[in-house]
T-cell receptor
């Protein structure tokens, strides 16, 4: 079966532009997570969805970042007025359910965003 | 605050030598801890979790609540073990990752 799919795999954008990053989770997975990974660091939590609703968006760095999951499947991470500091690999993961001991999250291959 | 630390950014060992990747955590509660691995040009994947008390690819990790550690060990390193290893902690419904250790196994 297909794993978590993220598009595009690479995105180069100019400072100040708007970008959208897409995540297609594993079918049937209700929980979806976005992480950001900067060079030399571990993945940093951004936001998590349970179904259609954002259950925890405490990791979003500021109001330029927003994410949606309107039908409880595909999610889009949106970044407005991009800055060079937004350059990173954005990872998406999904799991069968949220929480629950031992629930495994499956990761996509990531979108490498470069803001020039 | 809950956090995960991995003191070594890089670790090199010879093939056949023992490996220990260190992980320490701070968490007020009963932690759920994981090790994730990322091989070259592959996606991040779960290696093992402490609640399963399993051995995966020869790796084991024991939760030591007294020392707040969850070190990853393997008695005999193989070349295919070369990868990035991330220790992680589940807090509520999200997973917090450490900064990672790059393991290089020298033939």
């Amino acid at each position: 079966g297909a794993g978590v799919s993220q598009t595009p795999s690479n995105k180069v954008t100019e400072k100040g532009k708007y970008v959208e990053l897409r995540c297609d989770p594993i079918s049937g997975h209700t929980a979806l997570y976005w992480y950001r990974q900067s060079l030399g660091q571990g993945p940093e939590f951004l936001i998590y969805f349970q179904g259609t609703g954002a259950a925890d968006d405490s990791g979003l760095p500021n109001d330029r970042f927003f994410a949606v999951r309107p039908e409880g499947s595909v999610s889009t991470l949106k970044i407005q007025r991009t800055e060079r500091g937004d350059s990173a690999v954005y990872l998406c993961a999904s799991s069968r359910e949220a929480g629950g001991l031992g629930t495994e999250a499956f990761f996509g291959q990531g979108t490498r965003l470069t803001v020039v | 605050a809950q956090r995960v630390t991995q003191p070594e950014k890089l670790l090199s060992v010879f093939k056949g030598a023992p490996v220990e990747l260190k992980c320490n955590y701070s968490y007020s509660g009963s932690p759920e801890l994981f090790w994730y691995v990322q091989y070259s040009r592959q996606r991040l994947q779960l290696l093992l979790r402490h609640i399963s008390r399993e051995s995966i690819k020869g790796f084991t990790a024991d939760l030591n609540k007294g020392e707040t550690s969850f070190h990853l060990k393997k008695p005999f390193a193989q070349e295919e073990d070369s990868a990035m290893y991330y220790c992680a902690l589940r807090r509520s419904d999200k997973v917090i990752f450490g900064p990672g250790t790059s393991l290089s196994v020298i033939p």
